[in-house]
Nanobody
Framework: VQPVEESGGGSVQAGDSLRLSCAGS????????LGWFRQAPGKGHEFVAA???????VYGVSVQGRFTISRDNTKNTVYLQMNNLKPEDTAVYSC???????????????WGQGTQVTVSS
């Protein structure tokens, strides 16, 4: 059983919006901070956004002002609202848990399988 599971990816046009979801267990949400990372074809992993247990947030430079991370503790789910999508946002988006609130991928564990987002121009 995956500690977290992503959903909500798809294929959209530039300028469209998508909302990704990352669902976990009650223990996951009560214990860890959560972050989103992405990996575009042929590129390394890129930090997207993170949210702490107390709802502090931090964003990657390339998504600042367009993406919003939020959480619904009643549903044990974290969301990534992505607006004004661009072709360069095309990637596999994954969420993961961390014991510290950080943008550093090495501190994250318990990764989901990822969800594909494709943005065409």
């Amino acid at each position: 059983v995956q500690p977290v599971e992503e959903s909500g990816g798809g294929s959209v046009q530039a300028g469209d919006s998508l909302r990704l979801s990352c669902a976990g267990s009650e223990r996951t949400f009560s214990t860890y901070h959560l972050g989103w990372f992405r990996q575009a074809p042929g590129k390394g992993h890129e930090f997207v956004a993170a949210i702490s247990r107390t709802d502090s947030t931090v964003y990657g430079v390339s998504v600042q002002g367009r993406f919003t991370i939020s959480r619904d503790n009643t549903k044990n789910t974290v969301y990534l609202q992505m607006n004004n999508l661009k072709p360069e946002d095309t990637a596999v988006y994954s969420c993961a848990t961390s014991e510290i609130f950080t943008i550093l991928r090495g501190n994250y564990k318990f990764w989901g399988q990822g969800t594909q987002v494709t943005v065409s121009s």
